[in-house]
């Protein structure tokens, strides 16, 4: 009710501030007997983590979760799986300059306003620290999900956009780039802007698109909790997003139904996805694809002019330590929301018939 | 859980196929004290019903809402809102030729997959017939929050797109036109182009785009339910829709930050709006404005290949009576869904602070 | 939220004013391919009626149910199941003499201050008749749950209590008597008894037992939504009762432990069952069986002193037809809501495990 | 879903096994500007935890409340409080002997059957231990409802029934106890009953009542969401509960209508409370009260015949640290659970009317 939690079966709540003592969460409906590989865990937190590669923020946090409850011998137990994630690299004093102050495009002001109180440190629970937890999850999502492969990527940074069909990338070299661009040339081209506009004290946005493998049909609870608008929901709860699009997407929008129809095959499987591997919103078994679009990182290392709590107006400068564009973080995030759904919807589908 | 509830306080769920004998919902968690102008929403409801124009279906359902309970003397009285709505056009007879048949982009293979048995007249639960009941209660959560204007038009048809900023159209003209376009000039155009491909049997996507105004400060529920998560969830729940963006969107992914950061006016308001009135997932006071992208209608008035039950190849023609573009009836259905993500979360509110 | 939904998965939503138009619900989440005998559905209905004896109220209804949705050629859809039962017989006018009275021990006053506002015709939706609508979702609940065998019976009337264990009863003998008490020599005293309260214009109280054999081990969730917490729950939200124990129940509390424990047989049956099915909030396979305290109805058909509006003194009698005890039809509400607390944990537990 | 929360508003969910590192949950849903007295909550701990007297566990636990977040400078900012409770004195193998038995009467086989594995440490996920949490949140939920005061206190050990009615008793007596019965006298014959059952290596039962005073009118959402319906599940959920009466309770059932009616004074007070401060799921301004049955604790300190997990009989005697009684400790436990009932209702209170 008070958002911050998602989903229905496989459900997340979590807690914690950029700057308290720990971040952390519970997974309640995770079911019994799934062996956990918590080393794979902990590298999607790795893939996460700041400091990762020179063009991402270096805020030092090993981000190692611990968990405390829900496990035993290395399975679930079909109880709650308590985790907490601390915050070693806190650095309050950081933050003190803007106690007073709404930086432009955060959510200093609409915090303040809502709650009437505001923990100013690092943005306190607004802040993108908070997605570790939905990483923690999301990894144990994806073990649950066995054979359905979701992998993310960058697609844009800033006017640079990568046009290529996911079928003609080599996801295998997702990795090999700070960027996570699934191309390699244009991961190079991405890199080299974002290392410019880092120079500058600027910020960029970009495009993460995912593609989901393997799913079974008949995932997903209409009429309101489609596959599609509960992925959506995932995506936007993500911290800079502005827009999701699945399959054929705002583009789809052009077309006429002749061209737009997805024609059968005779085994079910369609000659065409511009539905994105969902009709009606359930998953009809052909991929899943969708945009992720991140607006960019509000904080900048430049002077900007801005008001206090009094209205006044005061200049400021960002301290600290910023990601200069957020997506290449941000693909584990897309990745693990996606995750979240998938796992939810799969174990609600078994309660569909009898 | 099973997917026809939305929302948290002010809830609704709905039930009803296309060619039963009646659709409705209840609405449960409207306060008490509301007097409802039940002219309005039966208006609502004349917006979105068929045969209102040339451009769109010409079943014929008069729509009416027949209220239940939770009304009393004109006033809600804080009991649940039950209503229903007879579908006063039940043609079965229409679909005994799709029985068997998967029509492509169609809902039709995924619900048989899911459920093991489908309810083949008209799209049974699948069908836009059920938005209807989103409209009622839409059009009561309208008048629950009675000072924020919530104005939905359509922005785009086929290639056809209308650019000018939203500050720049007069709203009402909106209702003058049979496509629902905030641009008369536009409008004509629009409306030529849906005769056109309804001529060759063929159908079309759009965007609708949506502008609220006069919003408090202080709406969403982060992290999880930020209020433009859950207004994306809301339209991506409306048949045929493909994408969701908000504020400056897929474009805004391109900017710098310097360029994007909205700054502040010292009453707390901003020079821009790149944010689309949205900040860390909470209302900040400006404008929302969002765009919805629907996909061309999928049933065609031509001859299509697709497949039967036993997968076997089969010839078929959309019969009955379709729309070639949905987005001038999905208007009055994008303000409804945003006008119950609103007062949902302007209830909630309420609880944020002591 | 608002309190009109009950369960998780297997979610009946329910509306309507003992004299509006109609009362209904929507049952979301009953698996699709479920055959319907709504003969039997009907047939509880029959039980829960007013009307069925002489010595229950003689309101006439029919409390015939029609369903609008969810259920194609006698088969569930897994699409929520909507219906209505009219009131057929809406005497508003026996009730203009309350407008402005707040009856002893009736909502009359809770309701006028929680929401300002009362519909004062017969007892509006605090009235029982709303029981109606969860008979309905219990007996489609009964059907899912197939083998499994829930039977209530009327155990007390005022002073008479019947004292026999259950095993020693023949549940058979239940519908033979219009107390609905399973002995029949007992049945013959607590009729008489109720004859005569009535003769008084005045009203007793009661107990109904139940007792659900053949349950599967593993229905509830811990550790707040334990089976008989929730069995409880749905008791003590049927009008007019104060109190709920299972197994043991409040006698266990002078018990010593090594007379309470239940030991175990071999085959991981239990030689005795204090523990009443559920161990630490989970059916343990052996029979569940508790009681339901109901107090004597609060409208006497002899002259009381209360208070109107204006809190002024007056006096006042009841009219209309009413109960003189509830016991006898609240026997199949017992039911009802028993079956639909074990259809949502017999859904929840399929997921407990992989 | 999986019944670890609690809640809708004000909304706890927990997590954590007996002989795991530590305990904890997460309170979504609590306003902001709460100023928190954390010596209040430690000090609801201290009457809970074990080892306090003589007639309790004498497992050592300091538990000690760790707050993560939520707070700020002494404040609840409104976003989610997270806290964990060390398990400081985990003596995993004093429970190696009952790795393959399933005690009499304990969890141990239904947890083993429904999710398929068992944490056998000390009960795991079933143990009362878990019931920390609960009074952490309940301890919050209790500052926030600020004027309402809600005592519970020991009514019945055994045989022994305390028969006063509340209102003569004193309740500055209960803490002065070890028993925590509200009555000096009784109090005495029941901790010599509690230590004479002890020495026997036995348990006893009891009855713990509940008192909640300066209740406003309005709180609870019918009809499934009673007042009484939502306290009664939340007693219920309380490990060892078997029974749950509010009100005239079960003694009421053998009362005539006309004994149990609640009359009005002219101020909307009654001149009895046979309503227990429920009328119609809601309260109505008078004294709520109820009384909660416990059974005596399953773990003797003597021998037991009982089965393992091979269903071979096998002998076996409690080790360890138990309670021979747990009606003292339980006392905070009501209260918490009281308190969060309230809690919640009172914040959904405010949205009942405009």
Redesign the interface.
């Known amino acids: ?6 989903g ?2 496989f ?1 997340l ?5 950029s700057h ?7 997974i ?2 995770c ?4 062996s956990l590989d918590l080393e794979a865990i902990q590298k999607e937190m790795t893939r996460r983590k700041p400091g990762q590669s020179a063009i991402v923020t270096q805020r030092k946090e090993e981000d190692e979760v ?1 968990f ?3 496990i ?1 011998e290395g ?1 679930t ?6 985790f ?1 994630i601390e915050n070693t690299d806190q650095k309050s004093k950081d933050y003190s300059h803007i106690k007073e102050t ?1 930086r ?4 200093d ?3 303040d ?7 100013f440190r690092g943005g ?3 802040s993108a620290r ?1 997605t570790a937890c939905r990483v923690v999850a999301g990894a144990i999502a994806k073990q649950l999900l066995k054979d359905i492969r979701i992998t993310a990527y960058v697609s ?1 940074v ?2 640079l956009m990568l046009e290529k069909h996911y079928s003609k990338l080599d996801f295998k070299t997702i990795e090999n780039n700070p960027v996570r661009c699934a191309d390699p040339e244009m991961a190079d081209m991405m890199e080299a802007l974002i290392r410019n ?1 880092r120079k500058q004290g ?6 993460v698109s995912c593609v989901i493998e393997n799913v079974p ?2 995932l ?7 596959l ?3 992925l ?3 995506m ?2 993500i911290n800079a997003v ?9 583009k ?17 499987s ?1 000659k065409t996805n ?3 591997g969902v ?6 078994g052909q991929d899943i694809y969708f ?1 992720v ?8 290392m ?1 002077k ?4 206090n709590k009094d ?3 005061i200049e400021m400068q960002g301290k600290g330590r910023h990601d200069p564009c957020v997506v290449p973080r941000a693909v584990p995030i897309v990745e693990a929301m996606a995750a979240l759904v998938l796992a939810d919807f799969w ?8």
Chains 1, 2, 3, 4 share one sequence.
Do not use: C
């Not at 079911?31 to 799934?34: C, F, S, T, V, W």
């Not at 137990?77 to 308590?82: F, Q």
């Not at 306003?113 to 923990?119: A, L, P, V």
């Not at 009709?279 to 009809?284: E, K």
């Open positions: 009710m008070a958002g911050n939690s998602f229905n079966i459900k709540t979590t807690f914690g501030e308290g003592e720990a971040i952390g969460g519970i309640d409906g079911p019994a007997g799934l611990k405390l409850s829900g035993f399975t137990t079909g109880t709650p799986i308590g907490i709404y432009p495009s955060h959510a002001l609409t915090y306003k809502k709650y009437g109180i505001r923990d306190g629970r607004s908070e844009g800033g006017e506009i600027d910020t960029v946005g970009g495009v049909v008949g997903g609870e209409p009429v309101f909790d489609k599609h608008a509960q959506g929901k995932a936007l709860s502005k827009g999701f699009e699945f399959g054929s997407g705002f789809g929008t052009r077309l006429r139904g002749s061209e737009h129809n997805d024609l059968f095959n005779e085994d079910g369609t511009n539905s994105g009709q009606g919103g359930i998953s009809n945009n679009a991140f607006k960019p990182v509000a904080t900048l430049q900007q002019q801005t008001i209205g006044q107006t174990l609600l589908n078994k309660l569909s018939k009898l």
